[in-house]
């Protein structure tokens, strides 16, 4: 029985060797054999992992494409090779997807028969309080915007089964998870805590978690639009009743309206107007849906960013 495991790396071999060796010991006295594929993310600095770690395959990118793009390179070229894995892990390499809850993911593909993919979900995050906090916003906002939840990222083990209706989803090369609960592929998680990096500091700032963010969201547009839609028209008539109901109150009511009435029609005026642009943007894209990106026309040309392929 084989378990294939696809690690993207940039820059990190120190970090990298000594994930790997955490995890051939974790699985010394098992029947698994291990083959790692390390997807070199355009490193510039030396990078030559096969020499160190048997059953590995090290493929060197062209440039540095990503996380995201180097796993759906790694899924593809799985899929093209046609060995008989029967589990595949999605690990980074800095030592923060905590090798030691390989066994309990893999327990739990087990448990449902392999017709899930588990994932590692966020028990406790080693990031500060601003970047907690503001995940934890993420997450609210995730799911009144899609009505999905997510509180996973890459770490997950996929049975083999699952590898065929991952590798080919759309924009599964802009986001590894969001494309998958999209998909309505069975998934399930186990708590985690965050582990920490082996050495030096974390490459997830601020500004790379907010690009990641707007890229889950991006995955589910037509959902995001569609909410945008029903939320400003709902607004739309809110502000409407309001206006009636200080006309009706000004001109129909014994009571007396102070002169703030013309401000507030003014003010409701504009919010409408604002809701009325969401309204027709949000409707025209749409509409327009199929000018978004589609990965379908790229699924074919993974082999275009691969500058070599080093097996040991």
């Not at 997450?139 to 049975?159: A, M």
């Amino acid at each position: 029985m084989k378990i294939a495991f696809i690690i993207p790396t940039y820059n990190d071999e120190k970090n990298l060797l000594q994930l790997l060796s955490k995890v051939e010991s974790i699985f010394l006295d098992s029947a698994y054999k291990l083959e790692f594929f390390i997807i070199n993310d355009g490193s510039t600095n030396e990078f030559n992992v096969v020499n160190y770690i048997k059953n590995s395959t090290q493929i060197n990118l062209k440039n540095n494409e990503g996380n995201q793009k180097a796993i759906s390179i790694g899924l593809k070229h799985l899929n093209d090779r046609n060995e008989n894995f029967e589990y595949i892990f999605i690990m980074d390499s800095d030592g923060e997807d905590d090798p030691n809850y390989l066994l309990k993911l893999l327990e739990k593909a087990k448990k449902f028969n392999n017709q899930k993919i588990i994932f590692a979900s966020r028990l406790r995050r080693t990031e500060g309080f601003i970047f907690n906090l503001f995940y934890f916003f993420y997450k609210i906002i995730f799911y009144v915007l899609t009505g999905h939840k997510i509180n996973f990222g890459n770490y997950s083990c996929i049975p083999s089964n699952h590898l065929k209706k991952i590798y080919d989803l759309p924009m599964i090369d802009f986001h590894f998870s969001a494309p998958i609960i999209k998909s309505n592929i069975p998934i399930s998680s186990i708590p985690c805590n965050k582990g920490k990096r082996y050495s030096g500091k974390s490459s997830m700032k601020f500004t790379k978690f907010l690009i990641h963010a707007m890229k889950s969201l991006s995955v589910f547009y037509e959902e995001v639009l569609t909410r945008f839609l029903i939320f400003s028209f709902i607004g739309i008539l809110i502000n409407i009743l309001f206006i009636v109901c200080i006309f009706f109150i000004k001109f129909f009511s014994e009571n007396i309206v102070l002169g703030w009435s013309s401000n507030m029609v003014l003010g409701l005026t504009i919010i409408i107007t604002i809701l009325a642009f969401m309204f027709f943007a949000s409707l025209i894209m749409l509409i327009n849906k199929n000018t978004f990106y589609d990965q379908r026309t790229q699924r074919n040309k993974y082999t275009f960013y691969i500058n070599d392929i080093i097996t040991k």
